[in-house]
């Protein structure tokens, strides 16, 4: 045991963080670690103690707004001396329970050698021992200059600005899966000018309480409705946005608790804006935000019940309505730019065509189908043809993607028999199917900029290609595949598989053959009862793990005879006469021959388990350590 003293703070130093209340709503408590510099906010999250998140719900479960989470950001940087936001990412949404309470810490490690600190925001269920769920990471910084924003911000309502209508709001978007109640209804106006620029005013009900926030999330969450009023945006079906990440977020006055502001919300990119938050009797500055990244969020991950931790499988799923004829309107897509075999050259003609006036096209389609003529379409050629085919695919992109005059110009590329969709199908054309990875990864860095296509030759499809790459673009889904003219969409469902039957008999994991997992197994083998060698030590086995390894064994990459599993944490129950580094009950870990209940091995090949490890991390050890102690030394 360590123990650790140090004089107490005075009650009026403002970075006083002893265990006792912390003057935010969330939290009760801060501490700062003896020894380590770490600081670790603790508090409980409910419906009951704080009822206006229920006024929060995103189709139909109620989650703590992205807004929270920046003012609890705000709110440990402001107990710390660190003013600014660097950057802060959601990662996964924070559902709140209908009935019982949620355990929140919001930690902050020890400052860097620069000054700034990483912060953590976690939950789990006060009525359970579950893991932590890690709900958002950032980073904390003081400003470099003195925090004011330097920006001349103009006067407000310019000319050009006209109003938004905001009077039913509230209810158009209800049915978009925004559900939101009496706490964040406080978008009282909002105008735009034709750069898309927006000014909001906004207030909080007179019932909702601001003490404990620097800005309420209520308050802040309902600034940002004013995206929700847009034409553009009012106009898009079927499509939940929330907050995703800040960056460069400053809050100006910590003390002022505001009920109203005004808020000057600039669009970078159709899914980044800058924000700033003005009081709207004096117009100083309240908050800024260098950068707001908003997404489109999948409603089933916001539910609570959704299984954690389960297995995940890639599924092809029909679109719920799929068009018997085509609909697409042939004014709209005669506007299409189809690039043909010299595309980069015809794509730089177009940005010069739009550059000198001409109006640019609504998509791009890029078709990958090899020319009929081609040798390279041959098996033999795949090879050279895959190399040729994602290294002119690439550059193309990266210079739609850098060219500002395509901005508003959206990406399509086709491909034809290069995935699959269901058991049964062939793939085709292996070298479009490389492609896939790689506008994947575009797309992730670009969302909603590009749309993956994959079609059969069939008739029915070639007459709904039309329809069905404008719905896609419409519905804001980025990837495709038509099969005999019905459109199906990629979704990850649970992938239910029946688990191992563990033998009644002593048993040991094997592989009956090799290429695939499927061919793991549980095989009887009789107890380990013979002496123990000079130096052996049996232990029962409580984790076992799985390392590369093992992997590429079990799928037949690499020619091993030699069990797979040679790692495992347990406890001691027998040892050899010479053994004296180990006793019976000794929680060790290290290598072993196989994985089964029960195992031998040389002491020399075991360590002890440190005493705040699981035997899941420990067992997950051994291999890694030594595998970089060998490269090492």
């Keep these: 045991q360590t123990y650790w003293l140090r004089p107490a703070p005075t009650h009026n130093d403002p970075t006083h963080l002893g265990q006792s209340a912390t003057g935010h709503s969330f939290l009760a408590a801060a501490v700062d670690t003896a020894g380590t510099d770490q600081v670790i906010f603790t508090g409980r999250l409910s419906l009951d103690t704080h009822p206006w998140l229920a006024d929060h719900a995103v189709a139909g479960t109620v989650i703590l707004p992205g807004t929270a989470h920046l003012d609890l950001a705000l709110h440990a940087a402001h107990h710390t001396g660190h003013t600014h936001i660097e950057e802060l990412t959601l990662e996964t949404p924070l559902a709140l329970p209908e009935t019982g309470s949620l355990h929140l810490q919001v930690t902050l490690q020890a400052p860097d050698d620069d000054g700034r600190r990483t912060l953590t925001i ?3 269920p006060t009525d359970a021992q579950d893991q932590w769920t890690q709900h958002a990471t950032g980073i904390l910084s003081a400003p470099t200059e003195d925090g004011t924003p ?5 006067p407000w309502q310019p000319a050009g600005t006209h109003p938004l209508d905001v009077e039913d709001l509230y209810d158009r978007i209800s049915t978009r899966g925004y559900h939101y109640g009496h706490a964040f209804r406080g978008l009282t106006a909002a105008w735009e000018d034709d750069h898309h620029h927006i000014q909001a005013e906004v207030s909080l009900p007179e019932d909702i309480d601001t003490h404990g926030h620097g800005i309420h999330p209520a308050l802040l ?3 940002l409705h004013a995206l929700l009023a847009t034409t553009d945006e009012d106009q898009t079906p079927n499509t939940i946005r929330l907050p995703f990440s800040w960056s460069g977020v400053t809050l100006h006055t910590p003390h002022t608790r505001p009920n109203r502001l005004r808020a000057r919300l600039t669009p970078t990119s159709p899914d980044t804006l800058t924000l700033h938050l003005t009081d709207p009797d004096t117009d100083t500055p309240l908050l800024t935000a260098d950068t707001l990244t908003v997404r489109t969020t999948d409603p089933t991950k916001l539910n609570p019940t959704t299984p954690q931790n389960s297995l995940y499988r890639l599924t092809w799923h029909p679109a719920t309505h799929t068009p018997t004829t085509d609909t697409a309107p042939q004014a709209a897509t005669d506007k299409w730019l189809h690039l043909g075999d010299d595309a980069a050259t ?3 003609e177009t940005s010069r065509a739009i550059a000198a006036g001409q109006p640019a096209p609504p998509m791009i389609v890029l078709d990958t189908t090899p020319h009929p003529t081609s040798n390279n379409h041959t098996p033999h050629a795949t090879p050279e043809r895959t190399r040729q085919l994602t290294t002119d695919t690439l550059h193309l992109i990266q210079h739609y993607l850098a060219d500002d005059n395509l901005r508003d110009t959206h990406l399509t590329l086709l491909t034809h028999n290069a995935i699959t969709t ?5 793939l085709t054309d292996p070298a479009a199917a490389a492609l896939w990875g790689l506008i994947r990864t575009a797309q992730q860095e670009n969302p909603g900029r590009i749309t993956l296509a994959d079609t059969d030759h069939t008739p029915h499809t070639h007459t709904h290609l039309a329809t069905a790459l404008t719905t896609a673009h419409t519905n804001n889904e980025p990837q495709l595949a038509l099969r005999n003219g019905t459109t199906h969409h990629p979704r990850l469902t649970p992938h239910h598989q029946p688990p191992l039957t563990i033998p009644d008999t002593h048993w040991k994991l094997a592989l009956t053959n090799t290429g695939t997992i499927d061919n793991l197994t549980l095989t009887p083998q009789p107890p380990d009862t013979t002496p123990l060698n000079p130096g052996e030590v049996r232990i029962t086995v409580h984790a ?8 590429v064994v079990t799928l037949g990459m690499v020619h091993d005879t030699r069990n797979i599993g040679g790692e495992c944490a347990g406890t001691v129950t027998a040892t050899a006469d010479d053994v004296t580094d180990y006793t019976i009950g000794d929680r060790v870990m290290g290598l072993f021959p196989h994985i089964a209940p029960t195992a031998t091995t040389d002491q020399r090949l075991l360590t002890k388990i440190p005493t705040d490890w699981t035997y899941a991390q420990a067992a997950t050890t051994p291999a890694v350590f030594l ?7």
Excluded at 544 to 551: C, E, M, S, T, Y
Excluded at 627 to 633: E, N
């Design 221 to 223: 969450d309902a600034a």
């Design 150 to 154: 330097s920006t001349t911000l103009g």
């Design 544 to 551: 076992a793990g799985l390392n590369f390894r093992d992997i």
């Design 422 to 426: 269901e058991t049964g199908e062939h």
């Design 627 to 633: 595998t970089a102690y060998y490269a090492l030394h």
């Design 122 to 124: 976690h939950t789990r």
């Design 346 to 348: 015809t794509l730089a």
